[in-house]
């Protein structure tokens, strides 16, 4: 029990000493350290087409497909929208130039150089290593 204080005071500080190093907010911080952020699915919830009855219902579907052996191919919906041509797939949006002047070798280089730095100055382990932006918090790769 007085180790896991111990622990547990030790990650404090240095969640403190990295928000005041860097002009973060500590609720920033704490939000995904603590893991009180959403995931992927919950931030983006408002973004979905299909509700979760109709996704449901979708997958079940599916499942039933791979059950009879007729599991859709990766490919099944390009055939699906070649013989529906009244349904039109959204444009993607492009890319803003701006965006990519930021995004270079050199760029990504020193970011991970300095995060590297700055994760073994607070100890830092990689499993406490979050995507975030502005929809939410994403835990792990992907």
């Given at each position: 029990m007085v180790?896991?204080?111990?622990?547990?005071?030790?990650?404090?500080?240095?969640?403190?000493?990295?928000?005041?190093?860097?002009?973060?907010?500590?609720?920033?911080?704490?939000?995904?350290?603590?893991?009180?952020?959403?995931?992927?699915?919950?931030?983006?919830k408002h973004?979905?087409?299909?509700?979760?009855?109709?996704?449901?219902?979708?997958?079940?579907?599916?499942?039933?497909?791979?059950?009879?052996?007729?599991?859709?191919?990766?490919?099944?919906?390009?055939?699906?929208?070649?013989?529906?041509?009244?349904?039109?797939?959204?444009?993607?949006?492009?890319?803003?130039?701006?965006?990519g002047w930021?995004?270079?070798?050199?760029?990504?280089?020193?970011?991970?150089?300095?995060?590297?730095?700055?994760?073994?100055?607070?100890?830092?382990?990689?499993?406490?290593?979050?995507?975030?932006?502005?929809?939410?918090?994403?835990?792990?790769?992907?």
């Amino acid at each position: 029990m007085v180790k896991s204080k111990q622990l547990h005071q030790t990650q404090q500080e240095k969640v403190q000493k990295a928000c005041v190093k860097y002009g973060v907010p500590k609720s920033t911080l704490c939000g995904c350290f603590y893991d009180v952020c959403p995931t992927t699915s919950e931030a983006h919830k408002h973004q979905q087409l299909l509700s979760e009855n109709q996704e449901k219902v979708l997958v079940d579907w599916i499942k039933h497909l791979d059950v009879c052996q007729r599991t859709p191919s990766k490919n099944w919906i390009y055939h699906f929208l070649k013989q529906n041509p009244s349904i039109k797939l959204g444009q993607p949006s492009g890319f803003d130039p701006k965006q990519g002047w930021c995004f270079n070798q050199t760029t990504v280089e020193d970011h991970f150089k300095l995060l590297g730095e700055i994760m073994e100055e607070l100890g830092i382990p990689w499993g406490n290593v979050y995507n975030m932006d502005e929809k939410g918090c994403q835990w792990g790769g992907g």
